[in-house]
């Protein structure tokens, strides 16, 4: 008789269900996605510009560890977070894995031998990046290329061209945007299809919906919305000490929703989420995600998380989902 441990089953029906994690396609691409993804932002450690202040390399791979093994199929970086090294952490939590997810990135920010920060969409520096990219992350094809910003807004044409021909050799299976509006967008379709948009969406941050959102829904343009959590501050942790003591390199520091009048009103919302989910045994954190999901234009949502621990205390953001009552009870929380 064949004695098989606890331990056997309870891995066997682990795999059963991220298998029959409920995905969605990513636009016009073949990508299938979980509705969450790992958002390596910042991963990309102190700094920098943009950065989240100081990082522990050891802690971000953890953090990426936990998610692929909840089932979370896709991660979310870009060139310029740490100035390359966000890429270069992420492909150090890949290797040796056999559950490999996609992986997401972008072009566009570049910087100079002094850490300054600018951008470009000339078709010399977009296809450096990309081969930088590549090289970063150890791999032979990216899965989903993104512009960055559109900026300078005039060379549009010439970076998404680029992205194109890029596609064309293999070197990036699909191409999309970020921080585009709609206008930026319809020309970019003139040249080639895009396949995903990637705009800031939170329920402090609903600007998308008034036309972005409806545009990418009628052009069937996936969208992977970021900081679904504005920044840390809907996870229901967020408290006035806390951003006082943030590192002197943290972005948020000089973000106008980290400042009142904003800060109080955002805190407040952060309360709500954390009210709500504690009907259901979940995360202020993942009941601001959820919030994004209930969008029908929205087909997953990037995650930023920055240890395992902070992992599990969002990753119910794949199955759970909010309520009529609960959503109208967030949408009436004073805009």
């Not at 700094?47 to 093994?69: K, N």
């Not at 509006?181 to 319809?186: D, G, L, P, T, Y």
């Not at 020309?187 to 995903?196: D, H, L, M, T, Y």
């Not at 800060?263 to 202020?284: D, Q, T, V, Y």
């Amino acid at each position: 008789m064949c004695d098989l441990s606890n331990d056997y089953f309870t891995a066997a029906k682990e795999r059963i269900r991220i298998e029959s994690m409920v995905k969605k396609r990513l636009g016009t691409s073949d990508l299938e996605i979980t509705p969450m993804g790992v958002g390596a932002w910042a991963m990309g450690g102190g700094g920098w510009q943009f950065s989240w202040g100081p990082q522990d390399d050891a802690e971000s791979i953890a953090a990426i560890h936990a998610a692929l093994d909840a089932g979370v199929n896709w991660i979310d970086t870009a060139a310029i977070y740490g100035l390359g090294h966000s890429e270069e952490v992420v492909a150090r939590a890949l290797e040796g894995r056999a559950n490999r997810p996609y992986v997401f990135t972008k072009c566009q920010r570049v910087w100079n031998e002094k850490r300054e920060i600018s951008g470009s969409l000339k078709a010399d520096s977009v296809r450096r990046e990309c081969e930088a990219s590549l090289r970063r992350l150890k791999v032979e094809t990216i899965d989903l290329y993104q512009i960055h910003w559109p900026e300078p807004d005039a060379d549009v044409e010439e970076g998404w061209t680029t992205l194109a021909k890029l596609r064309e050799e293999g070197k990036v299976r699909w191409i999309g945007v970020s921080n585009f509006n709609a206008a930026q967008m319809e020309r970019c379709r003139r040249i080639a299809p895009v396949a995903s948009l990637q705009p800031p969406y939170s329920a402090i941050s609903p600007e998308v919906e008034r036309e972005l959102l409806p545009y990418c829904q009628q052009h069937n343009i996936g969208v992977i919305v970021y900081s679904p959590m504005k920044s840390g501050l809907l996870t229901g942790k967020m408290t006035r000490e806390r951003v006082a003591g943030f590192a002197p390199d943290d972005f948020r520091r000089n973000a106008l929703a980290f400042q009142e009048p904003h800060l109080g009103r955002n805190l407040e919302l952060g309360e709500l989420m954390k009210r709500i989910g504690a009907r259901h045994g979940r995360s202020a954190g993942e009941v601001a995600i959820a919030w994004t999901l209930r969008n029908p234009a929205v087909t997953a949502a990037i995650v930023g998380m920055r240890s395992a621990a902070q992992a599990h205390g969002v990753l119910g953001a794949l199955e759970f989902r909010l309520g009529a009552e609960e959503i109208a009870e967030i949408d009436a929380f004073p805009r």
